[in-house]
């Protein structure tokens, strides 16, 4: 019997920029695909309606393009398991949710978050397995007609056995064991009505035919979860491989508190989109001959799934820079001067940077020196150079460390955004706006004075910006200590703006 053809997917969610993560995960599907000769899915997984934006989705189509990742089926291209986003599946999730209630797999849920809160909290301090205790799992149909009937708040939660274990194999790590007294009783359906991811990508996943699941081993714990419901519906299960996670040098998650992490930064930065696939799929997995620079097409030829190591990479932007030097050098010079007009000396950039620019220069050629800062890397930076008249090293640190965590948190980067934060930052602290933006100035442009300060930050994106401010705290040689402190107190001054926001 002639089996299934291959068909893997990415599931990206549209809630900031897309993650160098997310295109690590999209690469090894889409070459496991075509290795197959099998196709490519993109989804939109926009369920979190509150987060979620236009925006955000649209710069996935743009990053994956960049950098060749084309789709087969999804939003743009079409397909027959359309529609490709999760908001306009609704409809499909609430006939399945019902299929589980009648079986008796689900049951409705009244529970207030207070009462979750005080279970969680008891169960925390007995060392126990943090889950739901049941308690809404025995009502009868006629108690939950009435509370619904009634207008009573609620959600959606799967049955899990009471005893047992899930098993299931993942292709690079064999079987795995999880007992069913740690899973969760996963809720399905919020109280908003919206799915939950668990219940969205499983019925997803199995109404668009995928047959292999390639994403990062943070979901192996979820597994049992997604299992049971397949068991529920009585539908095989997708073969699994589980990549390892993207690293810092410290071993940590790639996060971009630490590192900068969006495709976009890698494109505004320069870097060339071969040079970043080819670092993206060194990232745990080798060539049979080991030669660390391939093509793409390379990869697909000789791709193997089971080359794949469990061992966390390491996303070293150093070697990624030697890398990104080798393609460009491999370029003719007339290829490399069309690939430095793409990056740019395009419309698109010029036409931002202009405004910027034109009351402030004299001749053609100030531009160059006017937004240097803006298009390459800043020169060291020292203590000296954050020294000011109105404020102790002690402020100028607040200031640094408490906007960039401010900047951590923020969805829309844009420039109306960025000045109410830093005005209520600087009210919430105690001090002049204009004192405020002096460490922020130097830390973004060198300069105690540059082109427009937001402006530079929204020409220059998130990940950019906020690598100029840890830039700046690392050349203030702050402590472990000095940075504990500053998180408790950023804490403080974070819900000094919460409460701000209540009241207004």
Sequence with gaps: MESAPVRTRIAPSPTGDPHVGTAYMALFNWV??????????????????????????????????????????????????????????????HHHVEVLLE?????????????????????????????????????SADEVADRIARGEEHVIRMRVPEEGACTYTDRL???????????????????DRMPTYHLAVVVDDHLMGITHILRGEEWLNSVPKQKLLYDYFGWPMPELIHLPLLRNTDQSKLSKRKNPTSVTYYRDKGYLPEALLNYLGL??????????????????EAF??????????????????WLNGQYLRELSPQAYAQRVQDWMLN????????????????????????????LGNLPALGEADFEHKSMQRADVLKVLHHTLAAFDEMRDWRRDELFALCQALSEAMGLKFRDFLVPLFIATSGRAVSLPLFDSWVFMGSD?????????????????????????????IRSTLAASDASN
């Design 103 to 139: 079986k008796g797999h689900a049951f409705h849920c009244f529970c207030s978050k207070e009462r979750l809160d005080a279970v969680r909290a008891e169960q925390q301090a007995n060392k126990q397995t943090t889950r739901y205790d049941g308690l809404c799992s025995s009502l």
């Design 304 to 321: 193997d799934v089971d080359r794949i190591t469990t061992g966390g990479p390491i996303f070293d932007q150093t070697k990624l820079g």
């Design 173 to 191: 790590r064999g079987e795995i064991t999880i007992p069913f007294a740690q899973i969760d009783m996963q809720v399905l359906v919020k109280a």
């Design 347 to 374: 419309s698109d950039k010029l036409e931002q940077l202009i405004p910027l620019v034109q009351e402030r220069a004299e001749r053609l050629s100030d531009l160059v020196p006017l937004v240097s800062y803006l």
């Design 464 to 492: 950019l910006s906020r690598s100029r401010l840890r830039a700046a705290l690392d050349a203030l040689g702050v402590s472990n200590k000095e940075r504990k402190r500053l998180d408790k107190e950023y804490q403080g």
């Design 283 to 300: 990232m745990g997995w080798s060539m049979p001959d080991e030669s660390e620079i391939f093509s793409l097409h390379q990869m697909v």
């Design 32 to 93: 496991f695909a075509r290795s197959h000769g099998g196709q490519f899915v993109l989804r939109i997984e926009d369920t979190d309606q509150a987060r979620s934006t236009p925006a955000s989705e649209q710069a996935i189509y743009d990053s994956l393009r960049w950098l060749g990742l084309d789709w087969d089926e999804g939003p743009e291209v079409g397909g027959e398991y359309g529609p490709y986003r999760q908001s306009e599946r609704k409809s499909i999730y």
